[in-house]
């Protein structure tokens, strides 16, 4: 049975991703920092749809828990066939207003949390000969987002990173891929009001924000054998908001 590793997949975009792996299959395993309640009722999700899952607690910027979650998944597993680095947070300031604190934290969970996870998934791979990454950006790495000046780095970093490894682990078997999402409809986005939402949906050419199974099919897609033949590109569910 193929295993999949999702960090942050206790809400959002995670968690419709581990329900979309489990409906295809695989065994989940289910990394969250504080929802555990959040986490445990995904489980039973996925047990409903006859998929094993395990539950594993631990911040993705501390390499000492990143190490224990991958040892607790190797034992459970045996390997590991696809790692999603989706773990996230945001926040709103303006530029000036950033702290070094809030640089630290933007870099360490998104760039350090995504650096941690390949290198504890790869040994496992090439073990297997075999493997796919996908990481987590966002549209803002890629056209950069006002106010939001040390996300948009830490993303643009995770694609940065996406390119080199893919090009590093080719000979390896194991693909390397990115999913940059425009506005999807989670917690994320909670802080949004009516207005700033309807605006949103004005300007994206399909109308319409997304929904986290939106962004989930995208990274299944990349996850998969149908992209066998793709490594390091960045696939944007966005709605047409940026194009190119
Ligand atoms: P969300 O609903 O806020 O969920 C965030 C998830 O990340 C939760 O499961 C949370 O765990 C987990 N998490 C946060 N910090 C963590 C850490 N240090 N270690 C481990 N887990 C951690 O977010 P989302 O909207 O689904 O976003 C998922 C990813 O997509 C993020 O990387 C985000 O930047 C990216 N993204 C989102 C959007 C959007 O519009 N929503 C757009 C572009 C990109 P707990 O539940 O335990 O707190």
Known sequence: MPSVFITGASRGIGRAAALLFGSKGYQVGINYLSNEAAARSLAGELKDLGANSLLLQGDVSDRAQVRRM??????????????????????????????????????????????????????????????????????????????????????????????????????????????????????????????????????????????PEDAAAAICFLAGEESRFITGQVLSPNGGLVIG
């Open 70 to 211: 991958f040892s607790l998944l190797e034992y459970r597993f045996g390997g590991l066939d696809v790692l999603v680095n989706n773990a996230g947070i945001a926040q709103q300031k303006v530029f000036s207003e950033i702290t070094d604190e809030d640089w630290d934290r933007m870099f360490s969970v998104h760039v350090k949390g995504t650096f941690y996870c390949c290198q504890y998934a790869v040994p496992l791979m090439r073990n297997a000969g075999r493997g796919s990454i996908v990481n987590v950006s966002s549209m803002w790495g890629q056209t950069g987002g006002s106010c939001e000046v040390h996300y948009s780095a830490a993303k643009a970093a995770v694609i940065g990173m996406t390119r080199a490894l893919a090009k590093e682990l080719g000979l390896s078997h194991i693909r390397v891929n990115c999913v940059a999402p425009g506005v999807i409809n989670t917690d994320m986005n909670a802080f949004l009001e009516e207005g700033a939402l309807e605006e949103i949906r004005r300007s994206t050419p399909l109308g319409c924000v997304g929904t």
